[in-house]
């Protein structure tokens, strides 16, 4: 899902679930310092073997008040071996929150000190070790931190939340022929005894702790400069054949951004380093983003996806200027940092490839906004949460759209120059959303109050019920508008404005209105009676239409139309008109024809829902299209023409020879789907297939999920042996969860898997269960929430699972569509699918990307989507 979605996959799954009592709360307000944390320096080795890491902090703080006995620190699941202060042993006090440092004596405001604590620990979260095992002795080390939002405190003692910021100092002592990588500039790489080396990083200006990083262990590198700054990418060892394919386009992104908001890139450099098992698709550490190795580029795949990783990369690389050089104050403000790294993934999307395909996303993502109807309600600024991604579709997709709209109605010049005051305004400070009113206000001299009252402190959206009647004697139209949103809470009418484009004979002429009550009437002179009539032409606002049209002004409408997203608006109506020949027709053109390639894939998909003969031959000849993109779909559609025994051989054929591995993958799964006879003998010889990535090996193990017969469990628990490769280990889990459902030794199997030391096994599992729905296991699954060593990422997803087991028969449709990774399910705005253990957000999630948006974005991580390239 693009990183738009960065975020894009999980968090969209993460933006409705329910949150466990027993889960620690993110705090949504911001807290009241007793100090400013002026330095950390973090010095730390690591015990491989236990899977701990023995460390020394010294913090250099001032305090804020008078009065003040102790300095606390937050600090959870760590042994707190000894305390200095001011270079004098000192007494402390440990809970299950906090490391509290006595003072001895009543401070006074202003009074510095440092302090040094010593301590070890096996964190359950914030640090993380992926080591050879069983499962993969191949392995490559590595060491990584993830401290967004609350857990740096599982692996240093450290004040722990965004409102603060410092300068640090990393030092990392490791084995000699592994790399570090953290914050700020490299000062220093010395031996440290037999076999060991220590490095040291300095982080010179001042940032939120969460935003500390390391990475450690053993990668391949390709170090580059952009602007006499280095630009450096690492991958795990063995995979450094990934990095061109997958970072080409990092300087043209660093320049683009740069000069779009006047303000150039504010670090000392910028490192990109994928690794194994990352718990969200990307984390937009200052100067040192970690992303998942799920989002690199095999050569050999890259010429089958249009935007590659961009959408990832460029929505944590953007973070460096929109969540790193200004961040938010609290969590409720964290739109600041994810809704404009979401925006900033659309402008890139804009400038590398098009405004139609920036368009076509952006209608994708309203329609997947409104898909979570959990959200609606939800203001995109609010305090009422316990974990901070937990409407996580709101602050990256829905605040997204909110940004794009704030431009289109400011103006580039306007919209950019104010961006440009509130970084500058800010730079190294926490921010809250009025910051960025008046630094708009201050600059445009426009005041939107009422924008930001509406779209940021409000709730929900406009949902619009349109009518239109001609009268030739007057020679007008007459469009009747009403706002059918339930007006309660948080939500109320809209006041927006809206551009009416009227098309005739003689012409299209547009008219700006501004929608303001609950129900209104606008006259607009027209010559003759109108061929076409667009509310809200190109699809600008964030709304539901219900704009009732004939057939033939929906297909006058898809072959005429100048935008993108209203040639696709047609598309999608024309597939509701069941048995009407016309319609059938045109999307078959427009399926071969229209020159972009989303509107090709929205007339497959309506002729898919269709069905029939007719729309079967519609289909057929885009097995043709240049696009794989676009042939991935068409073979999808195919397999729902179930009627047509024939199919199945040219679906087998597509999954041996076309030229793209995406549209062979989608051919197996089309195979599965339509459980054709003979197809398991089928997916069991292209499971011995070889292919980059193993995407057919993977396809036809997810086909035999598809294929719902319960003669394939012993094939895919064979797949789930240690040593097989993760990507089939968790493609594998995914099918399972799909058939044979009654037999208790494939539950007792899945269940087992929740103690799997690898993330992504554990996660497949997850869905998997859920998807089983065997009430035997809820008590595991709440046994793993509530033992707290789960990522945050992993704790709303179990919850979500327990109750699709629950009640079965009341999943939401946001449910629904946020499938299990393992399954592939499509991402609404990327063209790549993800995979069992793929992160849902993204931040796409993670990222959309998550979820429908953020879902929307993180979904280009690994694997193909089927609508969109």
């Not at 440990?94 to 010593?118: N, P, Q, Y």
């Not at 640090?168 to 000062?187: A, C, F, Y």
């Not at 630009?231 to 394919?245: A, K, L, M, S, T």
């Not at 460096?320 to 994810?338: H, I, P, S, Y």
Request: hydrophobic share 40%; charged share 25%.
């Amino acid at each position: 899902m693009r990183a738009r979605l960065a975020v894009i996959s999980f968090l969209l799954l993460v933006s409705g679930a329910a949150i466990a009592p027993w889960a620690r709360a993110d705090e949504p307000f911001a807290r009241t310092r007793d100090y400013d944390l002026q330095n950390a320096r973090i010095e730390l080795r690591f015990d491989l073997d236990q899977r701990q890491v023995i460390g020394q902090v010294t913090h250099t703080l001032t305090t804020l008040k008078d009065g003040l006995r102790e300095l606390d620190f937050d600090s959870v699941g760590l042994t707190i071996l000894s305390a200095r202060l001011d270079g004098q042993e000192a007494h402390f006090s440990t809970d299950d929150a906090k490391l509290r440092v006595d003072l001895a004596r009543a401070g006074k405001a202003g009074e510095k000190h440092e302090v040094v604590i010593r301590y070890q620990g096996s964190p359950k979260k914030g640090l993380y070790f992926i080591l050879p095992n069983k499962s993969d002795s191949t392995q490559p080390k590595e060491i990584w931190t993830q401290g967004e939002a609350e857990d740096t405190r599982y692996y240093v003692p450290i004040y722990d939340y965004p409102n603060d910021r410092t300068t640090t100092q990393m030092i990392v002592t490791v084995p000699r022929d592994w790399v570090t990588v953290s914050n700020g500039k490299l000062e220093s790489v010395v031996d440290a005894g037999p076999g060991m080396k220590t490095w040291t990083w300095r982080q010179s200006q001042p940032i939120s702790t969460y935003l500390i990083s390391l990475v450690a262990g053993e990668f391949d590198e390709s170090k580059k400069s952009w602007r006499n700054i280095p630009v450096e990418y690492r991958v795990p060892r063995g995979e450094g054949n990934r990095i061109q394919p997958t970072f080409v386009r990092t300087p043209d992104m660093l320049s683009f951004f740069s000069e779009r908001l006047g303000v150039a890139y504010p670090w000392d450099k910028y490192d990109q380093t994928a690794v194994d098992q990352f718990t969200v698709g990307g984390m937009e550490n200052v100067s040192a983003t970690t992303l998942t190795t799920r989002g690199l580029l095999h050569p050999e795949l890259a010429r089958e996806s249009l935007e590659g990783a961009d959408g990832l990369i460029s929505h944590e690389m953007s973070h460096q200027w929109f969540g790193d050089l200004v961040t938010c104050k609290d969590w409720a403000d964290l739109w600041l940092n994810e809704g404009f790294a979401t925006f900033m993934a659309a402008l890139w999307e804009e400038h590398q490839y098009g405004a139609d395909n920036a368009a076509y996303a952006r209608w994708r993502s309203q329609a997947a906004w409104f898909r979570q109807r959990r959200l609606f309600d939800v203001p995109i600024v609010t305090h009422d949460f316990r974990d901070s991604l937990q409407y996580a579709g709101n602050i990256y997709g829905k605040a997204g759209l909110v940004l794009e709209m704030l431009r289109e109605q400011l103006g580039d010049d306007a919209f950019f120059h104010a961006l440009q005051r509130y970084l500058e305004t800010n730079r190294l400070q926490n921010v809250v959303t009025a910051d960025l009113i008046k630094a708009i206000e201050d600059t445009t001299h426009v005041d939107v109050d009422r924008f930001f009252d509406q779209w940021i402190y409000g709730g929900g959206a406009p949902r619009f019920v349109v009518t239109t009647t001609y009268d030739a004697g007057a020679k007008q139209v007459r469009l009747q508008v009403k706002q059918t949103q339930d007006v309660r809470g948080h939500v109320g009418l809209f006041q927006t404005p809206v551009d009416v484009a009227i098309t005739t004979v003689e012409g299209t002429k547009s008219f700006p209105v501004t929608v303001t009550k609950a129900d209104e009437t606008f006259s607009f002179p027209a010559d003759s009676e109108p061929l076409l009539i667009l509310f809200d032409k190109g699809d600008k606002i964030l709304k539901s239409v219900e704009f009732h049209k004939s057939a033939a002004q929906w297909i006058y409408q898809l072959r005429h139309a100048e935008d993108v997203p209203d040639r696709a608006d047609a598309a999608q109506a024309l597939g509701d008109l069941k048995g009407n020949d016309a319609a059938i027709s045109a999307l078959g053109e427009a399926a071969a024809h229209d020159h972009f390639w989303g509107v090709r894939v929205q007339a497959l998909t309506a002729l898919g829902k269709l069905g029939g003969e007719q729309a079967e031959k519609g289909v057929l000849p885009v097995l043709a299209d240049a696009e794989p993109w676009v042939r991935e779909v068409a073979v999808e559609q195919l397999g729902k023409f179930t009627d047509d025994p024939a199919l199945a051989a040219r679906l087998t054929e597509i999954s041996a020879k076309d030229s793209a591995y995406r549209v062979r993958a989608a051919a197996l799964l089309a195979l599965g789907q339509r459980k054709a006879d003979g197809a398991l003998s089928t997916l069991e010889g292209a499971a011995k297939t070889d292919s980059p990535d193993d995407v057919i090996r993977r396809a036809a193990l997810r086909a035999m999920g598809e294929l719902g017969n319960d003669q394939a469990a012993p094939r895919l628990l064979e797949w789930l042996e240690p040593g097989k490769p993760m990507r089939l280990r968790t493609a594998a889990i995914g099918s399972l969860g799909k058939i044979a459902k009654k037999d208790e030794s494939v539950e007792s199997r899945l269940i087992a898997l929740l103690n799997d030391s690898d993330f992504d096994i554990r996660f497949a599992a997850i869905f998997a269960l859920g998807e089983r729905g065997d009430p035997a296991a809820i008590e595991p699954l709440e046994n793993l929430r509530k033992n707290g060593d789960t990522p945050s990422t992993e704790g709303p997803v179990i919850e979500q699972q327990i109750a699709r087991i629950k009640n079965p028969e009341r999943q939401d449709r946001e449910t629904q569509s946020a499938e299990n990774p393992a399954n592939g399910s499509p991402a609404a705005n990327g063209p790549e699918r993800q995979d069992a253990g793929r992160q849902i957000v993204e931040r796409l999630d993670k990222i959309e990307q998550n979820l429908a948006e953020m879902n929307e974005r993180l979904r280009k991580i690994e694997q193909q989507s089927r609508a969109t390239p």
